[in-house]
Protein backbone atom coordinates (compact mmCIF):
# COMPACT_ATOMS: atom_id res chain seq x y z
CA UNK A 1 0.00 0.00 0.00
CA UNK A 2 1.90 3.57 -1.31
CA UNK A 3 0.56 6.81 -0.69
CA UNK A 4 -0.84 8.09 -3.59
CA UNK A 5 0.56 11.51 -3.55
CA UNK A 6 4.70 10.19 -3.01
CA UNK A 7 4.51 6.92 -3.57
CA UNK A 8 6.23 6.33 0.03
CA UNK A 9 4.18 3.61 2.42
CA UNK A 10 1.36 4.53 3.02
CA UNK A 11 -0.17 4.63 6.93
CA UNK A 12 -3.76 5.18 6.01
CA UNK A 13 -6.39 2.98 3.08
CA UNK A 14 -9.47 5.27 2.92
CA UNK A 15 -11.84 2.48 0.91
CA UNK A 16 -14.53 5.21 0.48
CA UNK A 17 -12.61 7.83 -1.10
CA UNK A 18 -10.00 4.82 -2.78
CA UNK A 19 -6.83 6.40 -1.43
CA UNK A 20 -3.82 5.65 0.33
CA UNK A 21 -1.22 8.19 2.17
CA UNK A 22 1.53 8.21 4.23
CA UNK A 23 1.50 10.02 7.41
CA UNK A 24 2.95 13.31 5.27
CA UNK A 25 0.68 14.03 2.82
CA UNK A 26 -2.65 12.46 5.04
CA UNK A 27 -1.56 15.94 7.88
CA UNK A 28 -1.98 17.73 4.92
CA UNK A 29 -5.00 15.92 3.06
CA UNK A 30 -7.28 16.08 6.29
CA UNK A 31 -6.99 19.97 6.70
CA UNK A 32 -7.26 20.84 2.85
CA UNK A 33 -10.94 18.54 3.52
CA UNK A 34 -12.08 20.48 5.99
CA UNK A 35 -11.31 23.81 4.39
CA UNK A 36 -13.07 22.72 1.58
CA UNK A 37 -16.35 21.41 3.20
CA UNK A 38 -16.12 24.84 5.83
CA UNK A 39 -16.32 26.90 1.96
CA UNK A 40 -19.07 24.66 0.52
CA UNK A 41 -21.33 25.04 3.18
CA UNK A 42 -20.31 28.80 4.15
CA UNK A 43 -19.46 27.73 7.55
CA UNK A 44 -17.61 30.75 8.63
CA UNK A 45 -14.69 32.81 7.56
CA UNK A 46 -11.18 33.93 8.65
CA UNK A 47 -12.89 37.43 10.05
CA UNK A 48 -15.51 35.01 12.82
CA UNK A 49 -14.77 34.85 15.71
CA UNK A 50 -15.26 31.25 16.51
CA UNK A 51 -15.90 29.29 19.32
CA UNK A 52 -14.73 25.53 19.42
CA UNK A 53 -16.78 22.84 22.17
CA UNK A 54 -14.23 20.66 23.11
CA UNK A 55 -14.60 17.49 25.19
CA UNK A 56 -11.36 15.99 25.30
CA UNK A 57 -12.02 13.63 22.87
CA UNK A 58 -10.06 13.41 19.48
CA UNK A 59 -12.24 15.25 17.10
CA UNK A 60 -12.74 18.27 19.21
CA UNK A 61 -9.38 18.27 19.56
CA UNK A 62 -8.25 17.92 16.05
CA UNK A 63 -11.09 20.07 14.72
CA UNK A 64 -9.22 22.98 17.41
CA UNK A 65 -5.76 22.26 15.92
CA UNK A 66 -7.17 22.07 12.05
CA UNK A 67 -9.34 25.44 12.45
CA UNK A 68 -6.07 26.78 14.15
CA UNK A 69 -3.89 25.53 11.39
CA UNK A 70 -5.96 26.90 8.85
CA UNK A 71 -5.53 29.83 10.37
CA UNK A 72 -8.96 30.68 11.78
CA UNK A 73 -9.72 32.76 14.96
CA UNK A 74 -10.67 30.36 17.73
CA UNK A 75 -11.79 30.08 21.53
CA UNK A 76 -12.16 27.06 22.72
CA UNK A 77 -15.10 26.26 25.45
CA UNK A 78 -15.08 23.24 27.90
CA UNK A 79 -18.07 22.41 29.66
CA UNK A 80 -17.08 20.44 33.16
CA UNK A 81 -20.10 18.24 33.32
CA UNK A 82 -19.35 16.55 36.50
CA UNK A 83 -19.06 13.25 35.16
CA UNK A 84 -17.30 11.01 37.59
CA UNK A 85 -18.47 7.28 37.35
CA UNK A 86 -15.28 5.87 39.10
CA UNK A 87 -13.36 6.93 36.02
CA UNK A 88 -12.89 10.59 36.94
CA UNK A 89 -13.71 10.85 33.07
CA UNK A 90 -15.15 14.66 33.29
CA UNK A 91 -11.78 15.74 35.97
CA UNK A 92 -9.06 13.60 33.16
CA UNK A 93 -11.17 15.09 30.43
CA UNK A 94 -10.31 18.60 31.54
CA UNK A 95 -7.29 18.02 32.07
CA UNK A 96 -6.17 16.89 28.40
CA UNK A 97 -8.46 19.98 27.42
CA UNK A 98 -6.46 22.46 29.75
CA UNK A 99 -2.65 20.66 28.55
CA UNK A 100 -3.70 20.84 24.70
CA UNK A 101 -4.52 24.57 24.75
CA UNK A 102 -1.66 25.32 26.98
CA UNK A 103 0.40 23.51 24.85
CA UNK A 104 -0.96 25.03 21.60
CA UNK A 105 -0.85 28.43 23.23
CA UNK A 106 -4.94 29.09 22.68
CA UNK A 107 -6.89 30.63 25.18
CA UNK A 108 -9.33 27.97 26.55
CA UNK A 109 -12.61 28.68 28.44
CA UNK A 110 -13.77 26.29 31.63
CA UNK A 111 -17.53 26.50 32.60
CA UNK A 112 -18.11 24.28 35.62
CA UNK A 113 -21.94 23.03 36.04
CA UNK A 114 -21.55 22.57 39.62
CA UNK A 115 -20.33 26.20 39.97
CA UNK A 116 -22.16 27.76 37.60
CA UNK A 117 -25.41 25.95 37.82
CA UNK A 118 -25.66 24.10 40.99
CA UNK A 119 -25.61 20.37 40.21
CA UNK A 120 -23.27 18.01 37.97
CA UNK A 121 -25.11 16.24 34.90
CA UNK A 122 -25.21 13.13 37.12
CA UNK A 123 -26.69 14.94 40.11
CA UNK A 124 -29.47 16.06 37.07
CA UNK A 125 -29.46 12.91 35.97
CA UNK A 126 -30.67 11.51 39.14
CA UNK A 127 -32.97 13.64 40.69
CA UNK A 128 -35.32 14.23 37.13
CA UNK A 129 -37.29 11.77 35.59
CA UNK A 130 -36.31 12.58 31.66
CA UNK A 131 -32.47 12.36 33.09
CA UNK A 132 -33.24 8.99 34.65
CA UNK A 133 -34.76 7.78 30.93
CA UNK A 134 -32.81 9.45 29.01
CA UNK A 135 -29.14 10.81 30.40
CA UNK A 136 -27.92 11.80 26.60
CA UNK A 137 -30.83 13.74 25.95
CA UNK A 138 -30.49 15.67 29.23
CA UNK A 139 -26.92 16.59 28.79
CA UNK A 140 -27.23 17.40 24.88
CA UNK A 141 -30.17 19.69 26.03
CA UNK A 142 -27.85 21.46 28.94
CA UNK A 143 -24.30 21.69 27.11
CA UNK A 144 -26.42 23.38 23.97
CA UNK A 145 -28.06 26.10 26.20
CA UNK A 146 -24.65 26.40 27.75
CA UNK A 147 -22.93 26.73 24.93
CA UNK A 148 -25.19 29.43 23.34
CA UNK A 149 -24.79 31.02 26.73
CA UNK A 150 -21.50 31.45 26.61
CA UNK A 151 -21.09 32.37 22.81
CA UNK A 152 -23.84 35.54 23.29
CA UNK A 153 -22.29 36.52 26.16
CA UNK A 154 -18.68 36.42 24.17
CA UNK A 155 -20.48 37.87 20.89
CA UNK A 156 -18.81 34.95 19.37
CA UNK A 157 -20.23 34.26 15.58
CA UNK A 158 -20.40 30.59 15.11
CA UNK A 159 -20.16 27.64 17.51
CA UNK A 160 -18.67 24.58 16.39
CA UNK A 161 -18.33 21.33 16.94
CA UNK A 162 -16.36 17.72 16.64
CA UNK A 163 -19.23 15.56 15.22
CA UNK A 164 -18.23 13.77 12.65
CA UNK A 165 -19.73 11.67 9.72
CA UNK A 166 -20.31 8.54 11.85
CA UNK A 167 -22.26 10.92 14.03
CA UNK A 168 -24.08 12.80 11.57
CA UNK A 169 -24.89 9.37 10.24
CA UNK A 170 -26.03 7.92 13.24
CA UNK A 171 -28.25 10.32 14.04
CA UNK A 172 -29.96 10.68 10.51
CA UNK A 173 -30.10 6.80 10.60
CA UNK A 174 -31.92 6.87 13.67
CA UNK A 175 -34.31 10.19 12.59
CA UNK A 176 -34.92 8.37 9.22
CA UNK A 177 -36.23 5.38 11.08
CA UNK A 178 -38.84 7.38 12.79
CA UNK A 179 -39.07 9.66 9.62
CA UNK A 180 -39.35 12.41 12.17
CA UNK A 181 -39.72 15.62 9.86
CA UNK A 182 -39.01 17.78 12.57
CA UNK A 183 -34.98 16.61 12.66
CA UNK A 184 -34.94 15.70 9.22
CA UNK A 185 -35.32 19.02 8.26
CA UNK A 186 -32.55 20.65 10.53
CA UNK A 187 -29.54 17.74 9.67
CA UNK A 188 -27.44 20.79 7.80
CA UNK A 189 -24.04 20.83 8.50
CA UNK A 190 -24.56 25.13 9.46
CA UNK A 191 -27.32 25.91 11.45
CA UNK A 192 -27.67 30.00 10.36
CA UNK A 193 -28.09 32.45 13.47
CA UNK A 194 -31.28 33.64 14.97
CA UNK A 195 -32.10 36.20 17.29
CA UNK A 196 -30.88 34.56 20.29
CA UNK A 197 -28.89 31.50 18.78
CA UNK A 198 -25.47 31.76 17.81
CA UNK A 199 -25.10 30.30 14.27
CA UNK A 200 -23.52 26.37 14.37
CA UNK A 201 -21.47 24.56 12.43
CA UNK A 202 -19.77 20.71 12.08
CA UNK A 203 -16.55 21.08 9.81
CA UNK A 204 -15.69 17.81 10.04
CA UNK A 205 -19.58 16.39 9.20
CA UNK A 206 -17.55 14.50 6.05
CA UNK A 207 -14.88 13.60 7.74
CA UNK A 208 -14.92 9.83 9.32
CA UNK A 209 -14.61 8.94 12.87
CA UNK A 210 -11.33 6.70 11.65
CA UNK A 211 -9.90 9.67 9.85
CA UNK A 212 -10.06 11.77 12.52
CA UNK A 213 -8.90 9.33 15.07
CA UNK A 214 -6.05 8.71 12.87
CA UNK A 215 -5.22 12.46 12.67
CA UNK A 216 -5.58 12.79 16.16
CA UNK A 217 -3.05 10.03 16.54
CA UNK A 218 -0.01 10.97 13.80
CA UNK A 219 -0.36 14.75 15.18
CA UNK A 220 0.82 12.89 18.69
CA UNK A 221 -2.43 15.14 19.98
CA UNK A 222 -3.32 13.75 23.59
CA UNK A 223 -7.07 12.95 24.25
CA UNK A 224 -9.52 11.14 25.81
CA UNK A 225 -9.77 7.92 24.61
CA UNK A 226 -13.11 6.65 26.81
CA UNK A 227 -16.55 6.84 25.53
CA UNK A 228 -18.72 9.00 28.42
CA UNK A 229 -20.11 6.03 30.65
CA UNK A 230 -23.35 7.14 30.74
CA UNK A 231 -23.48 6.94 26.84
CA UNK A 232 -22.77 3.08 26.40
CA UNK A 233 -26.29 1.97 26.29
CA UNK A 234 -27.04 5.06 24.03
CA UNK A 235 -28.77 4.64 20.42
CA UNK A 236 -26.59 6.68 19.00
CA UNK A 237 -23.74 3.84 19.84
CA UNK A 238 -26.47 0.92 18.57
CA UNK A 239 -26.60 2.92 15.30
CA UNK A 240 -23.02 3.46 14.73
CA UNK A 241 -22.66 -0.15 14.92
CA UNK A 242 -25.07 -0.77 12.15
CA UNK A 243 -23.29 1.59 10.11
CA UNK A 244 -20.32 -0.17 10.56
CA UNK A 245 -21.10 -3.27 9.44
CA UNK A 246 -22.89 -1.44 6.69
CA UNK A 247 -19.60 0.26 5.78
CA UNK A 248 -17.56 -2.94 6.02
CA UNK A 249 -19.49 -4.32 3.52
CA UNK A 250 -19.67 -1.20 1.34
CA UNK A 251 -17.17 1.23 1.60
CA UNK A 252 -18.55 4.41 1.03
CA UNK A 253 -21.93 3.87 2.36
CA UNK A 254 -22.34 6.52 5.11
CA UNK A 255 -20.48 9.24 3.60
CA UNK A 256 -22.92 8.29 0.50
CA UNK A 257 -25.70 7.90 3.11
CA UNK A 258 -25.19 11.55 4.22
CA UNK A 259 -24.94 13.23 1.08
CA UNK A 260 -27.46 12.17 -0.92
CA UNK A 261 -29.36 13.00 2.62
CA UNK A 262 -28.18 16.76 1.95
CA UNK A 263 -29.08 16.73 -1.78
CA UNK A 264 -32.38 16.02 -0.29
CA UNK A 265 -32.64 18.80 1.68
CA UNK A 266 -31.66 20.98 -0.82
CA UNK A 267 -34.34 19.59 -3.55
CA UNK A 268 -36.67 21.03 -0.21
CA UNK A 269 -37.72 17.53 0.33
CA UNK A 270 -37.84 18.38 4.10
CA UNK A 271 -39.20 22.11 4.23
CA UNK A 272 -37.09 23.76 6.65
CA UNK A 273 -38.85 24.90 9.88
CA UNK A 274 -38.61 28.49 9.55
CA UNK A 275 -39.73 30.19 13.02
CA UNK A 276 -40.12 33.64 12.39
CA UNK A 277 -37.80 36.07 13.60
CA UNK A 278 -40.10 37.93 15.45
CA UNK A 279 -41.94 35.11 17.47
CA UNK A 280 -38.82 33.73 18.74
CA UNK A 281 -37.99 37.12 20.58
CA UNK A 282 -41.50 37.44 21.73
CA UNK A 283 -41.26 34.34 23.61
CA UNK A 284 -37.85 34.51 25.48
CA UNK A 285 -37.41 32.56 28.91
CA UNK A 286 -38.63 34.74 31.50
CA UNK A 287 -35.74 33.21 33.78
CA UNK A 288 -32.59 33.34 31.32
CA UNK A 289 -33.66 35.35 28.33
CA UNK A 290 -32.51 32.69 25.58
CA UNK A 291 -35.72 32.11 23.15
CA UNK A 292 -38.15 29.22 23.70
CA UNK A 293 -41.36 28.07 22.44
CA UNK A 294 -42.83 26.41 25.87
CA UNK A 295 -44.60 29.49 26.71
CA UNK A 296 -43.02 29.88 30.28
CA UNK A 297 -39.37 28.66 31.27
CA UNK A 298 -37.01 27.73 28.65
CA UNK A 299 -36.47 23.62 28.78
CA UNK A 300 -33.09 24.44 30.76
CA UNK A 301 -34.43 26.55 33.59
CA UNK A 302 -37.25 24.41 33.69
CA UNK A 303 -34.72 21.58 35.14
CA UNK A 304 -34.01 23.74 37.47
CA UNK A 305 -37.04 25.39 38.71
CA UNK A 306 -38.40 22.05 40.03
CA UNK A 307 -35.95 21.19 42.64
CA UNK B 1 -48.15 -18.17 26.25
CA UNK B 2 -52.38 -17.84 25.91
CA UNK B 3 -54.37 -16.56 23.24
CA UNK B 4 -55.78 -13.04 24.14
CA UNK B 5 -59.06 -13.82 22.65
CA UNK B 6 -59.65 -17.48 24.32
CA UNK B 7 -57.01 -18.48 26.62
CA UNK B 8 -56.25 -21.49 24.80
CA UNK B 9 -52.10 -22.64 24.22
CA UNK B 10 -51.21 -19.46 21.46
CA UNK B 11 -49.48 -20.62 18.33
CA UNK B 12 -48.08 -17.37 17.50
CA UNK B 13 -46.52 -14.19 19.46
CA UNK B 14 -46.45 -11.18 18.01
CA UNK B 15 -43.98 -9.37 20.03
CA UNK B 16 -44.26 -6.03 18.26
CA UNK B 17 -48.19 -5.94 18.27
CA UNK B 18 -47.85 -7.60 22.25
CA UNK B 19 -50.37 -10.52 21.02
CA UNK B 20 -50.66 -13.97 21.11
CA UNK B 21 -53.80 -16.07 19.44
CA UNK B 22 -53.92 -19.15 18.97
CA UNK B 23 -54.58 -21.42 15.45
CA UNK B 24 -58.65 -20.48 15.33
CA UNK B 25 -58.49 -16.43 16.67
CA UNK B 26 -55.11 -16.01 14.19
CA UNK B 27 -56.82 -17.28 11.31
CA UNK B 28 -59.48 -15.34 11.85
CA UNK B 29 -57.38 -12.19 12.61
CA UNK B 30 -54.95 -11.82 9.78
CA UNK B 31 -57.90 -11.28 6.72
CA UNK B 32 -59.82 -9.12 9.47
CA UNK B 33 -56.22 -7.00 9.09
CA UNK B 34 -55.92 -7.50 5.68
CA UNK B 35 -59.46 -6.23 5.17
CA UNK B 36 -58.74 -3.61 7.53
CA UNK B 37 -55.63 -2.27 5.61
CA UNK B 38 -57.41 -2.50 2.19
CA UNK B 39 -60.21 -0.25 3.24
CA UNK B 40 -57.60 2.42 5.26
CA UNK B 41 -55.66 2.58 2.00
CA UNK B 42 -58.68 2.34 -0.20
CA UNK B 43 -56.97 -0.20 -2.44
CA UNK B 44 -60.44 -1.81 -4.09
CA UNK B 45 -64.04 -2.95 -3.19
CA UNK B 46 -66.30 -6.08 -3.69
CA UNK B 47 -67.32 -4.67 -7.34
CA UNK B 48 -62.85 -4.19 -8.96
CA UNK B 49 -62.45 -7.45 -10.88
CA UNK B 50 -58.83 -7.85 -9.44
CA UNK B 51 -55.44 -9.76 -10.62
CA UNK B 52 -54.25 -11.42 -7.81
CA UNK B 53 -50.51 -12.02 -9.20
CA UNK B 54 -48.89 -15.57 -8.02
CA UNK B 55 -45.80 -16.99 -7.92
CA UNK B 56 -46.32 -20.04 -5.74
CA UNK B 57 -44.68 -18.87 -2.97
CA UNK B 58 -46.56 -18.22 0.95
CA UNK B 59 -47.40 -14.56 0.05
CA UNK B 60 -48.88 -14.25 -2.86
CA UNK B 61 -50.98 -17.84 -2.21
CA UNK B 62 -52.08 -16.49 1.43
CA UNK B 63 -53.75 -13.14 -0.11
CA UNK B 64 -55.12 -14.70 -2.58
CA UNK B 65 -57.01 -17.12 -0.38
CA UNK B 66 -57.56 -14.79 2.05
CA UNK B 67 -58.99 -12.20 -0.59
CA UNK B 68 -61.09 -15.26 -1.82
CA UNK B 69 -62.21 -15.86 1.77
CA UNK B 70 -63.28 -11.82 2.28
CA UNK B 71 -65.52 -12.18 -0.96
CA UNK B 72 -63.29 -10.43 -3.48
CA UNK B 73 -63.79 -11.17 -7.13
CA UNK B 74 -60.36 -12.39 -7.76
CA UNK B 75 -58.42 -14.15 -10.68
CA UNK B 76 -55.14 -15.38 -10.85
CA UNK B 77 -52.08 -15.25 -12.68
CA UNK B 78 -49.00 -17.24 -12.89
CA UNK B 79 -45.97 -16.13 -15.01
CA UNK B 80 -44.14 -19.06 -15.72
CA UNK B 81 -40.12 -17.29 -16.07
CA UNK B 82 -38.66 -20.72 -17.12
CA UNK B 83 -36.04 -20.45 -14.30
CA UNK B 84 -34.88 -24.12 -14.00
CA UNK B 85 -30.98 -23.41 -12.09
CA UNK B 86 -30.90 -27.14 -11.85
CA UNK B 87 -34.15 -26.89 -8.98
CA UNK B 88 -37.09 -27.11 -11.57
CA UNK B 89 -37.74 -23.62 -9.73
CA UNK B 90 -40.14 -22.34 -12.12
CA UNK B 91 -42.12 -25.48 -13.09
CA UNK B 92 -42.39 -26.80 -9.96
CA UNK B 93 -43.55 -22.85 -8.97
CA UNK B 94 -45.83 -23.31 -11.98
CA UNK B 95 -47.31 -26.79 -10.44
CA UNK B 96 -48.08 -25.79 -7.05
CA UNK B 97 -49.83 -22.69 -8.20
CA UNK B 98 -52.11 -24.62 -10.61
CA UNK B 99 -53.00 -27.29 -7.57
CA UNK B 100 -53.78 -24.21 -5.48
CA UNK B 101 -56.29 -23.01 -7.95
CA UNK B 102 -57.86 -26.49 -8.77
CA UNK B 103 -58.30 -26.95 -5.32
CA UNK B 104 -59.87 -23.48 -4.38
CA UNK B 105 -61.93 -23.40 -7.70
CA UNK B 106 -60.53 -20.60 -8.59
CA UNK B 107 -59.46 -19.11 -12.17
CA UNK B 108 -55.60 -19.47 -12.91
CA UNK B 109 -54.05 -17.67 -16.34
CA UNK B 110 -50.65 -18.60 -17.29
CA UNK B 111 -48.16 -17.21 -19.04
CA UNK B 112 -45.23 -19.04 -20.44
CA UNK B 113 -42.27 -16.26 -21.48
CA UNK B 114 -40.75 -18.85 -23.41
CA UNK B 115 -44.08 -19.18 -25.48
CA UNK B 116 -45.42 -15.14 -25.14
CA UNK B 117 -41.96 -13.77 -25.22
CA UNK B 118 -39.85 -16.70 -26.84
CA UNK B 119 -37.30 -16.61 -24.17
CA UNK B 120 -37.20 -17.49 -21.02
CA UNK B 121 -35.25 -15.14 -18.19
CA UNK B 122 -31.82 -16.98 -17.76
CA UNK B 123 -31.72 -16.19 -21.50
CA UNK B 124 -32.72 -12.85 -21.61
CA UNK B 125 -30.25 -12.22 -18.45
CA UNK B 126 -27.22 -13.95 -20.70
CA UNK B 127 -27.62 -11.63 -23.61
CA UNK B 128 -28.41 -8.95 -21.92
CA UNK B 129 -25.93 -6.71 -20.21
CA UNK B 130 -28.41 -5.51 -17.90
CA UNK B 131 -29.66 -9.13 -16.51
CA UNK B 132 -25.85 -10.44 -16.43
CA UNK B 133 -25.38 -7.33 -13.96
CA UNK B 134 -28.58 -7.22 -12.27
CA UNK B 135 -30.85 -10.32 -12.85
CA UNK B 136 -33.72 -9.00 -10.65
CA UNK B 137 -33.80 -6.11 -12.40
CA UNK B 138 -34.53 -7.26 -15.62
CA UNK B 139 -37.63 -9.72 -13.93
CA UNK B 140 -39.22 -6.96 -12.36
CA UNK B 141 -39.17 -5.19 -15.47
CA UNK B 142 -40.65 -8.18 -17.31
CA UNK B 143 -42.89 -8.98 -14.79
CA UNK B 144 -44.89 -5.63 -15.10
CA UNK B 145 -44.89 -4.83 -17.89
CA UNK B 146 -46.50 -8.76 -18.95
CA UNK B 147 -48.75 -8.11 -15.93
CA UNK B 148 -49.52 -5.16 -17.38
CA UNK B 149 -50.71 -5.97 -20.37
CA UNK B 150 -52.69 -8.92 -19.16
CA UNK B 151 -54.94 -6.53 -16.62
CA UNK B 152 -55.55 -4.07 -19.46
CA UNK B 153 -56.27 -6.86 -22.35
CA UNK B 154 -58.39 -8.33 -19.74
CA UNK B 155 -60.13 -5.56 -18.17
CA UNK B 156 -59.20 -5.80 -15.37
CA UNK B 157 -59.77 -3.39 -12.31
CA UNK B 158 -56.30 -3.60 -9.91
CA UNK B 159 -52.99 -5.82 -9.83
CA UNK B 160 -52.92 -7.11 -6.69
CA UNK B 161 -49.19 -8.64 -5.30
CA UNK B 162 -48.26 -10.14 -2.37
CA UNK B 163 -45.41 -8.05 -1.44
CA UNK B 164 -45.16 -8.03 2.72
CA UNK B 165 -44.06 -5.67 4.98
CA UNK B 166 -40.66 -7.09 5.43
CA UNK B 167 -40.27 -6.37 1.26
CA UNK B 168 -41.58 -3.02 1.92
CA UNK B 169 -39.73 -2.27 4.59
CA UNK B 170 -36.36 -3.21 2.87
CA UNK B 171 -37.12 -1.97 -0.61
CA UNK B 172 -37.70 1.34 1.48
CA UNK B 173 -34.72 1.13 3.39
CA UNK B 174 -32.21 0.88 0.13
CA UNK B 175 -34.09 3.56 -1.55
CA UNK B 176 -33.67 5.95 1.51
CA UNK B 177 -29.78 4.91 2.28
CA UNK B 178 -29.37 5.97 -1.51
CA UNK B 179 -32.54 8.99 -0.84
CA UNK B 180 -33.64 8.72 -4.31
CA UNK B 181 -36.46 11.03 -4.29
CA UNK B 182 -37.93 9.36 -7.31
CA UNK B 183 -38.17 6.12 -5.52
CA UNK B 184 -39.40 7.13 -2.53
CA UNK B 185 -42.29 9.07 -3.83
CA UNK B 186 -43.39 5.83 -5.12
CA UNK B 187 -43.89 4.21 -2.53
CA UNK B 188 -47.52 3.86 -1.35
CA UNK B 189 -49.32 0.97 -1.11
CA UNK B 190 -51.85 1.82 -4.17
CA UNK B 191 -50.72 3.06 -6.70
CA UNK B 192 -53.39 4.66 -8.76
CA UNK B 193 -54.20 3.38 -12.52
CA UNK B 194 -53.11 5.99 -14.80
CA UNK B 195 -53.75 5.91 -18.48
CA UNK B 196 -52.24 2.42 -19.78
CA UNK B 197 -51.77 1.33 -16.30
CA UNK B 198 -53.45 -0.22 -14.20
CA UNK B 199 -54.45 0.16 -10.54
CA UNK B 200 -51.82 -1.46 -8.60
CA UNK B 201 -52.09 -2.67 -4.58
CA UNK B 202 -50.54 -4.17 -2.21
CA UNK B 203 -52.54 -5.71 0.65
CA UNK B 204 -49.76 -7.12 2.48
CA UNK B 205 -48.12 -4.12 3.39
CA UNK B 206 -48.31 -4.35 6.71
CA UNK B 207 -48.47 -7.91 7.25
CA UNK B 208 -45.05 -9.29 8.56
CA UNK B 209 -43.22 -12.12 6.58
CA UNK B 210 -43.29 -14.15 9.10
CA UNK B 211 -47.30 -13.55 9.85
CA UNK B 212 -47.68 -14.59 6.30
CA UNK B 213 -46.12 -17.93 6.81
CA UNK B 214 -47.58 -18.60 10.04
CA UNK B 215 -50.98 -18.56 8.21
CA UNK B 216 -49.96 -20.22 4.76
CA UNK B 217 -48.74 -23.14 7.29
CA UNK B 218 -51.61 -23.11 9.56
CA UNK B 219 -54.13 -22.93 6.58
CA UNK B 220 -52.45 -26.00 4.99
CA UNK B 221 -51.28 -24.03 2.41
CA UNK B 222 -48.73 -25.95 -0.16
CA UNK B 223 -46.23 -23.32 -1.45
CA UNK B 224 -42.93 -22.97 -2.95
CA UNK B 225 -40.25 -21.78 -0.02
CA UNK B 226 -37.12 -21.62 -1.83
CA UNK B 227 -36.39 -18.51 -2.91
CA UNK B 228 -36.01 -17.73 -6.24
CA UNK B 229 -31.94 -18.97 -7.35
CA UNK B 230 -31.55 -15.67 -8.84
CA UNK B 231 -32.23 -13.77 -6.06
CA UNK B 232 -30.22 -15.31 -3.44
CA UNK B 233 -27.34 -12.11 -3.49
CA UNK B 234 -29.70 -9.16 -4.19
CA UNK B 235 -29.55 -6.22 -2.42
CA UNK B 236 -33.13 -6.97 -1.42
CA UNK B 237 -31.94 -10.17 0.42
CA UNK B 238 -29.59 -7.74 1.90
CA UNK B 239 -31.58 -5.08 3.69
CA UNK B 240 -33.90 -7.70 4.46
CA UNK B 241 -31.30 -8.87 6.90
CA UNK B 242 -30.35 -5.72 8.38
CA UNK B 243 -33.96 -5.04 9.30
CA UNK B 244 -34.18 -8.77 10.96
CA UNK B 245 -31.18 -8.22 13.49
CA UNK B 246 -32.71 -4.62 14.07
CA UNK B 247 -36.37 -5.98 14.72
CA UNK B 248 -34.71 -8.47 17.29
CA UNK B 249 -33.32 -5.86 19.05
CA UNK B 250 -36.50 -3.81 18.87
CA UNK B 251 -39.91 -5.55 17.82
CA UNK B 252 -41.87 -3.44 15.72
CA UNK B 253 -39.08 -1.57 14.00
CA UNK B 254 -40.06 -2.76 10.74
CA UNK B 255 -43.63 -1.15 10.95
CA UNK B 256 -42.43 1.70 12.67
CA UNK B 257 -40.15 2.40 9.75
CA UNK B 258 -42.84 1.61 7.46
CA UNK B 259 -45.36 3.46 9.29
CA UNK B 260 -43.73 7.08 9.68
CA UNK B 261 -42.59 6.79 5.80
CA UNK B 262 -46.15 6.68 4.88
CA UNK B 263 -47.35 9.23 7.64
CA UNK B 264 -44.35 11.30 5.70
CA UNK B 265 -45.79 10.72 1.90
CA UNK B 266 -49.18 12.09 3.35
CA UNK B 267 -46.99 14.62 5.08
CA UNK B 268 -46.15 15.65 1.39
CA UNK B 269 -42.39 15.25 2.15
CA UNK B 270 -42.03 14.00 -1.30
CA UNK B 271 -44.04 15.28 -3.47
CA UNK B 272 -45.11 12.60 -5.83
CA UNK B 273 -44.63 12.34 -9.35
CA UNK B 274 -47.39 12.90 -11.25
CA UNK B 275 -47.07 12.91 -15.07
CA UNK B 276 -50.07 14.53 -16.97
CA UNK B 277 -52.19 12.08 -18.16
CA UNK B 278 -52.11 13.38 -21.81
CA UNK B 279 -48.23 12.98 -22.32
CA UNK B 280 -48.53 9.80 -20.98
CA UNK B 281 -51.02 9.26 -23.70
CA UNK B 282 -48.66 10.71 -26.44
CA UNK B 283 -45.77 8.69 -25.50
CA UNK B 284 -46.94 5.27 -26.56
CA UNK B 285 -44.10 2.46 -27.13
CA UNK B 286 -44.63 2.16 -31.21
CA UNK B 287 -44.42 -1.65 -30.59
CA UNK B 288 -46.64 -2.37 -27.80
CA UNK B 289 -48.41 0.43 -27.57
CA UNK B 290 -47.88 0.88 -23.62
CA UNK B 291 -47.12 4.52 -21.95
CA UNK B 292 -42.88 5.14 -21.91
CA UNK B 293 -41.29 8.32 -21.44
CA UNK B 294 -37.96 6.56 -23.71
CA UNK B 295 -39.51 8.60 -26.81
CA UNK B 296 -39.01 5.57 -28.50
CA UNK B 297 -39.24 1.74 -27.28
CA UNK B 298 -40.21 1.08 -23.97
CA UNK B 299 -37.90 -0.76 -21.65
CA UNK B 300 -39.55 -3.82 -22.50
CA UNK B 301 -39.46 -3.66 -25.65
CA UNK B 302 -36.24 -2.53 -26.19
CA UNK B 303 -34.58 -5.71 -24.62
CA UNK B 304 -36.10 -7.59 -27.61
CA UNK B 305 -34.64 -5.63 -30.02
CA UNK B 306 -31.59 -6.21 -29.52
CA UNK B 307 -31.53 -9.85 -30.22
Same mark, same amino acid.
Given at each position: ?28 W ?5 Q????K ?8 ? /? &?? #??S ?6 ? @? ?5 ? %??? $??E ?30 L ?26 R ?18 L???F ?6 H ?6 ? /? &?? #? ?8 ? @??R???? %??? $? ?25 K ?13 S ?73
Amino acid at each position: MRCRKCGEKAVINMRQHRLSLCAEHYLEWIPQQVQRHIEKYEMFSFDDK /I &LV #AVSGGKDSLA @LWNILNG %LGY $KTEGVYIDLGIDEGIDYSRNSRLTVESFAENNQLPIHLINMQKKHGETIPEINQRTHRGRRNPCSVCGLVKRHVLNQFSLDGSFDVIVTGHNLDDEAA /I &LL #ANTLDWSLEF @LSRGYPV %LPA $KPGFTRKAKPFCRIYERESAAYTILRKINFINSECPFSIDSKQIYYKEILNQWEDDKPGTKLRFYLHYLKTLDQGAFPRGQENDQELIDQQCPNCGQPTNTGGLCAFCQIFEVK
